[in-house]
């Protein structure tokens, strides 16, 4: 059974438009949650992360947000950019030594 | 160097055979991953490895082995290769935090794609 759950497999923006993409997991003893960014031929790369002291994490057009009562994370990208087509992973903190458990991931498609 | 190395990029391997993916990172982080990545799974951890010296199962270890005999090197295994093994494979790395103090994110090399026949 999936832990971390990206019930969207793919997801299509304009432009200058906001990107949203979610998340949802079940085990809520663990509270630290990334997501990755993955092009095509290449590995995964960090983008962002939240702890559950926080609802809320910003890094420049990329935000974070964490509903722990619904136990659903967020990542909103604005203004989205052709360069955002990517897959994006959300992952959790499963274990100790920093083990992940990683969603099916959402493909991203910024159209001009 | 720089960075996570994997080798090879890509293999075609006959089933029965044996196949070893080399993974080498300059960070000197203490722990090591290897992730298989499969449509509409997602990434699965395989093995991981906490410090040089130690290794553990992850959520898909089976028919496949691990060594970490120094920091920088982690070797993955394949002793008896099937067609469910086709996939990609991702080495990763990250310091290890101290306990109950955060996160350390992990950082993934460029992957070899395996096909088994």
């Known amino acids: 059974d999936q832990q971390v759950k990206q019930n969207s497999p793919s997801l299509s923006v304009q432009e200058g438009r906001i990107s949203i993409l979610n998340c949802d997991y079940t085990n809520s003893m663990f509270d630290y949650f990334l997501w990755y960014k993955k092009y095509p031929a290449e590995g995964p790369t960090f983008l962002i992360s939240?702890?559950?002291?926080?609802d809320k994490n910003e890094d420049g057009r990329f935000t974070v947000f964490l509903n722990k009562s619904a136990k659903h994370l967020s990542l909103h990208i604005v203004p989205s950019q052709p360069g955002d087509s990517a897959v994006y992973f959300c992952a959790q903190i499963t274990g100790g030594g920093n083990k992940l458990t990683f969603g099916t991931g959402t493909q991203l498609k910024v159209e001009l | 160097i720089a960075g996570i190395t994997q080798a090879p990029t890509s293999q075609i391997l006959a089933a029965g055979r044996r196949m070893t993916l080399r993974c080498t990172q300059d960070m000197r982080h203490n722990a090591m991953y290897w992730y298989r990545q499969d449509l509409g799974l997602g990434l699965r951890l395989i093995h991981y490895?906490?410090?040089?010296?130690?290794?553990g199962k992850g959520e898909v270890p089976d028919g496949y082995s691990v060594s970490r005999a120094n920091t920088d090197d982690f070797p993955l295994t394949l002793a008896s290769a099937v067609p469910s093994q086709t996939s990609v494979y991702f080495c990763?790395?990250?310091?290890?935090?101290?306990?109950?103090?955060?996160?350390?994110?992990?950082?993934f090399g460029p992957g070899t794609r395996l096909t088994v026949l």
């Open positions: 490895s906490n410090t040089a010296g130690t290794t």
């Open positions: 990763a790395s990250s310091v290890t935090p101290a306990s109950g103090s955060g996160i350390n994110e992990q950082f």
């Open positions: 939240i702890s559950s002291i926080k």
